[in-house]
């Protein structure tokens, strides 16, 4: 592959990972962080490091960019030293959760820039950024689809969503309510069946052999909550900001969200006690708790 150059802003725990796929693949990259060593990490691999957003995208055409939550995409995209100050950028590939509502803004203002924006969300953790087994959700007119998926491709499946600013963060969204409240279901199931006297892993064993399964029996339970790790690799806080923006998004389409609700407020009270920077699969101690169980295997 020719070498091209492409910028990346925000390598931490998922953008990392992602931005060394994409040197592995023969790209060239400038990368910006506030975290120092996050850029050190790419920089001993060839990166060039840059001072700032806008710098970035002076430097590149086509840049991505990872960040937490919606207000940071925004200022890194429209803010002082942000994208939209490059003088290069063309094509702007955002891969965090930010809601419908704030990438149709985004993609506002870039528009006023002449700057393409793509929603990209991507779903399968730390894990599926370093394997490149990510599912990543993809909304933006269909020309520039064709032009970034050989990029995308570099991250795992990609699916076309659709043109309109946003579809791929309703997926995405949709997603992470389902993924979290199998979390919560199961964590509420095993704790039943362990305070009637079942062994929790052949719990999960018969879960996973029958019509129960689903991604919390397969890999969340197996992996951080039997071991008592808790450490998956997904943020409470990040879950909780996930899910109430999935909450706003169905209450602007009035859809009701009975069990979303409860879902989100499970997850409030696991960040509540144990703070927004636990791994979200604390939530399975919450219950625990509540139930006056310990779920271990």
Avoid at 3 to 32: C, H, Q, S, W
Avoid at 142 to 157: D, H
Avoid at 208 to 216: E, P, W, Y
Wanted: proline fraction near 3%; charged fraction near 20%; hydrophobic fraction near 45%.
């Amino acid at each position: 592959m020719a070498e091209k150059t492409l910028g990346f802003i925000g390598v931490g725990r998922m953008g990392g990972p992602m931005a060394r796929r994409l040197i592995d693949a023969g790209y060239a990259l400038v990368v910006f962080d506030s975290n120092a060593e996050a850029v050190k990490k790419l920089t001993a691999r060839g990166a060039k490091s840059a001072g700032s957003a806008a710098e970035v995208a002076s430097g590149t055409e086509i840049v991505l960019m990872s960040l937490p939550t919606p207000d940071i995409v925004r200022g890194v995209a429209l803010g002082e030293r942000g994208v939209a100050q490059g003088n290069s950028v063309r094509t702007l590939i955002d891969l965090s959760t930010t809601g419908q509502g704030m990438a149709s803004a985004i993609a506002g203002g870039l528009k006023e820039r002449k700057i393409g924006w793509v929603d990209a969300p991507v779903s399968g953790g730390v894990a599926g950024a370093e394997k490149g087994t990510l599912a990543v959700m993809v909304s933006c007119p269909k020309e520039t689809y064709a032009a970034v998926e050989p990029i995308l491709k570099n991250f795992g499946r990609t699916f076309f969503a659709g043109e309109k600013p946003g579809l791929a963060q309703t997926a995405k969204l949709a997603n992470n309510l389902l993924s979290v409240a199998a979390l919560a279901a199961t964590s509420e199931a095993v704790a039943m069946g362990v305070k009637a006297g079942l062994d929790a892993k052949v719990l999960v064993d018969i879960f996973n052999a029958g019509t129960g399964r689903n991604s919390a029996t397969q890999d969340k339970f197996p992996k951080s909550i039997l071991p008592r790790s808790f450490d998956f690799g997904f943020a409470t806080g990040l879950a909780y900001k996930d899910i109430g923006l999935c909450m706003a998004e169905a209450k602007a389409l009035g859809v009701p969200m009975t069990l979303g609700a409860a879902v989100h407020a499970l997850l409030q009270a696991t960040q509540d006690k144990y703070g927004a920077a636990s791994d979200f699969t604390s939530l399975a101690r919450v219950v625990e708790e509540r139930a006056g169980v310990e779920i271990r295997g």
